[in-house]
Each structure stands twice: as C-alpha cells, then as structure tokens.
C-alpha cells in the first residue's frame, strides 16, 4: 500500500522546485542561437566570476564600482566575453546612474530582448555575437536617440585610440 502522506509529500515538494524554477530569472533569449556559443564550463574558465554572473546570468554589478565611468578617451568598448566592438566613446555620456552609459551601440552590435524577470518589463541587451548580458536599454536618454544603454562596466572593455566609426 502507498503511504499516503509520503506521497502527498513529494507532490508538494515537485510543485515547489517548479514554482522556484518559474521565479528564478531567465534568460529571454535563451533559444537564440549565437555565432559563438561555449558551454558553460568555458565561459566560467575564461570570465571571472564577476563577468560569468554578469554575462551568463544575467547579473549586475554595483553602481560606481565601474572603473569605465571615468574613462574619457577616444575609443571603442567592446565585450567582455567575445571582443566584439560594441560601442564607440563618441555615444558614451554622464547619466549619473553609475553605470557607464550610451545613447547609440555601433551597428550591428547589440541584440534586445524583453526581459519580465523582477515583475517588471524591461529591455535586455546583449550582445550580437555571443549572447552575452551587456545591460539594459531605456529611453530617457539625451538626443539624438532619446536611449539610454546602462551597461555593466564589467561586460565591456575599453581598447583606447581603436577607430570610431561615426
Ligand atoms: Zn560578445
């Protein structure tokens, strides 16, 4: 005969793992498919952790902790994970968020998708190439876009003096 209780137990504890599954927050893009995909072991050998739960979960990090926020000079943030070009120093502006700022990503750069983890809508950008999580996009940004691209610090680097095309 079934034990009844334990049953009753283990239903309970399925519903709760799935319910904890739904409320964890994804990744929107998550069947997309990326022109460089790694499996999870290499991204977390060649990101530190701080980069991996930045670009592979989808994490942030703490406002002005960025080191990019007082760079001023001429050139080219790309990501952090796979050096794709991503935003020239011409679009970076003060938001005063605490997170490095854009109002325009080069072409072909960034990919965005509507994230609805937290309750709330936003957009999640991330990058074309490899999927990797750059930020999120707003718009109340300066013109000419009226967009504001708040990324993490961390998912970028800066290659000073590269070419920015306007
Ligand atoms: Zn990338």
Same mark, same amino acid.
């Given at each position: 005969?079934?034990?009844?209780?334990?049953?009753?137990? &283990?239903?309970?504890?399925?519903?709760?793992?799935?319910?904890?599954?739904?409320?964890?927050? &994804?990744?929107? *893009? &998550?069947?997309?498919?990326?022109?460089?995909?790694?499996?999870?072991? +290499?991204?977390?050998?060649?990101?530190?952790?701080?980069?991996?739960?930045?670009?592979?979960?989808?994490?942030?990090?703490?406002?002005?902790?960025?080191?990019?926020?007082?760079?001023?000079?001429?050139?080219?943030?790309?990501?952090?994970?796979?050096? =794709?070009?991503?935003? &020239?120093?011409?679009?970076?502006?003060?938001?005063?968020?605490?997170?490095?700022?854009?109002?325009?990503?080069? +072409?072909?750069?960034?990919?965005?998708? +509507?994230?609805?983890?937290?309750?709330?809508?936003?957009? +999640?950008? *991330?990058?074309?190439?490899?999927?990797?999580?750059?930020? *999120?996009?707003?718009?109340?940004?300066?013109?000419?876009?009226? =967009?504001?691209?708040?990324?993490?610090? =961390?998912?970028?680097?800066? *290659?000073?003096?590269?070419?920015?095309?306007?």
């Amino acid at each position: 005969m079934i034990d009844r209780r334990l049953l009753l137990t &283990s239903v309970t504890g399925l519903f709760g793992l799935a319910a904890f599954r739904m409320l964890k927050p &994804s990744p929107a *893009h &998550s069947a997309e498919k990326f022109e460089i995909e790694k499996s999870d072991a +290499e991204w977390r050998a060649q990101l530190t952790p701080q980069q991996y739960e930045i670009l592979r979960n989808q994490g942030t990090e703490r406002p002005w902790s960025s080191a990019l926020l007082k760079e001023h000079r001429k050139g080219i943030f790309a990501c952090a994970a796979c050096d =794709l070009p991503l935003f &020239s120093s011409e679009t970076k502006f003060d938001s005063g968020t605490g997170w490095p700022s854009f109002y325009r990503p080069l +072409e072909n750069a960034v990919g965005i998708t +509507e994230d609805r983890s937290y309750g709330v809508v936003r957009s +999640e950008v *991330h990058c074309r190439r490899c999927g990797g999580h750059l930020g *999120h996009v707003f718009d109340d940004g300066p013109k000419p876009t009226g =967009l504001r691209y708040c990324m993490d610090g =961390l998912a970028l680097v800066f *290659h000073p003096g590269a070419p920015t095309p306007s």
